[in-house]
T-cell receptor, first 115, second 107 residues
Framework: GAVVSQHPSRVICKSGTSVKIECRSL??????MFWYRQFPKQSLMLMAT?????????EQGVEKDKFLINHASLTLSTLTVTSAHPEDSSFYIC???????????FGSGTQLSVL | EDQVTQSPEALRLQEGESSSLNCSYT??????LFWYRQDPGKGPEFLFT???AGEEKEKERLKATLTKKESFLHITAPKPEDSATYLC????????FGTGTSLTVIP
């Protein structure tokens, strides 16, 4: 089946630094990728929709200058958390929509801890 | 190997015809099992979190149950508006998502 690889799986960083998370569709093309944030015991929150070759669409309340999304190819999207603060600590999850049948496949998540 | 398998892949029901969706999992150190509903073009909408075997949660026509190997999402007397893809995810050290069950409820 289709596989979405998300790296790193875990990252610890100091407050004020930037962290980049990669989401790759390994064996299919994904015109559209999604980025989510999971709070403990809470729902998955859609942060932004990333379309290959164009600017990402951010959900209301998500700071686009803080969460930079780049979708430079049909198999790779990146999320950069800039000037991270402790309140940015969370699980970040990506998903990729298979272009030909629009089926959605998820990455395994990245646990970000900002000290 | 940790993984999540959902079945069936697709399900068509008549309005009022109750049924169950299955989510089988193998994971070390289960921290939670999540059910989501996803409508086309939208992000997953949270339904339930289950933490331990024997736990059950209900919301309107939906009821989720959990054992040590699987979870069931029971849909009682479904309506056309229940048509969606239902996703199951398991949290261990990482998140493992199933590929979803596409439910169609026919009036």
């Amino acid at each position: 089946g289709a596989v979405v690889s998300q790296h790193p799986s875990r990252v610890i960083c100091k407050s004020g630094t930037s962290v980049k998370i990669e989401c790759r569709s390994l064996d299919f093309q994904a015109t559209t990728m999604f980025w989510y944030r999971q709070f403990p015991k809470q729902s998955l929150m859609l942060m932004a929709t990333s379309n290959e070759g164009s600017k990402a669409t951010y959900e209301q309340g998500v700071e686009k200058d803080k969460f930079l999304i780049n979708h430079a190819s049909l198999t790779l999207s990146t999320l950069t958390v800039t000037s991270a603060h402790p309140e940015d600590s969370s699980f970040y999850i990506c998903s990729a929509r298979q272009t030909w049948n629009e089926k959605l496949f998820f990455g395994s998540g990245t646990q970000l801890s900002v000290l | 190997e940790d993984q999540v398998t959902q079945s069936p892949e697709a399900l068509r029901l008549q309005e009022g015809e109750s049924s169950s969706l299955n989510c089988s999992y193998t994971v070390s150190g289960l921290r939670g099992l999540f059910w989501y509903r996803q409508d086309p073009g939208k992000g997953p909408e949270f339904l339930f979190t289950l933490y331990s075997a024997g736990e059950e949660k209900e919301k309107e026509r939906l009821k989720a149950t959990l054992t040590k190997k699987e979870s069931f999402l029971h849909i009682t007397a479904p309506k056309p508006e229940d048509s969606a893809t239902y996703l199951c995810a398991v949290q261990g050290d990482q998140f493992y998502f199933g590929t979803g069950t596409s439910l169609t409820v026919i009036p």
